[in-house]
T-cell receptor
């Protein structure tokens, strides 16, 4: 399974956009990029996913580079409640073996 | 609609004891999973079940067994608990999405093995 690389931690001011990067340079053509977040010690929560086009939903936007080797999750107006660990995960048609790395601890500061 | 329900929420075991972690989902999902999360670490897949009656090993299956009792329930058993199994255990089920599977997680079971 392809792996992802994320920064260990990031800070963001409340009300500003949070841009979380993810490197997946060995991604396969049939693998989707998924983002989840884990608030404190709760179970992870799905945020968004995409293949090659940019995606947007009520929670966030996902920007995937043209070569698909990296992506950025954007929280347009971060709030204190967005403080969490964010995981970038690859999912392919090979089956149900989603692998979560250590993710990025995002801290939103007042 | 409860989603994914795990029991118990907390458990303390002595080395060598056995126990079963229960998981049930009410979303009619085919696939279910068990993950463990050690302090400061990401989630590691223990076992998964793509459908009722099938189970497969994940990344860290040693010391665990699973049972997919029916479509709703997927249990994880520790036959002889060891301190290395102290962790938070998460159950998840997944819905087919355009491009893979969306996972829905339970709230976790915090297990301590003394």
């Amino acid at each position: 399974d392809a792996k992802t690389t994320q920064p260990t931690s990031m800070d963001c001011a409340e009300g500003r956009a949070a841009n979380l990067p993810c490197n997946h340079s060995t991604i396969s053509g049939n693998e989707y990029v998924y983002w989840y977040r884990q608030i404190h010690s709760q179970g992870p929560q799905y945020i968004i996913h995409g293949l090659k086009n940019n995606e947007t939903n009520e929670m966030a936007s996902l920007i995937i580079t043209e070569d698909r080797k990296s992506s950025t999750l954007i929280l347009p107006h971060a709030t204190l409640r967005d403080t969490a660990v964010y995981y970038c995960v690859l999912y392919g048609t090979s089956g149900s073996r989603l692998t979560f790395g250590e993710g990025t601890q995002l801290t939103v500061n007042p | 609609n409860a989603g994914v329900t795990q029991t118990p929420k907390f458990q303390v075991l002595k080395t060598g004891q056995s126990m079963t972690l229960q998981c049930a989902q009410d979303m009619n999902h085919n696939s279910m999973y068990w993950y463990r999360q050690d302090p400061g670490m990401g989630l590691r897949l223990i076992y998964y079940s793509a459908s009722e009656g099938t189970t497969d090993k994940g990344e860290v299956p040693n010391g665990y067994n699973v049972s997919r009792l029916n479509k709703r329930e997927f249990s994880l058993r520790l036959e002889s608990a060891a301190p290395s199994q102290t962790s938070v255990y998460f159950c998840a089920s997944s819905a087919h999405a355009d491009g893979g599977e969306k996972l829905f997680f339970g709230s976790g079971t915090q297990l301590s093995v003394l």
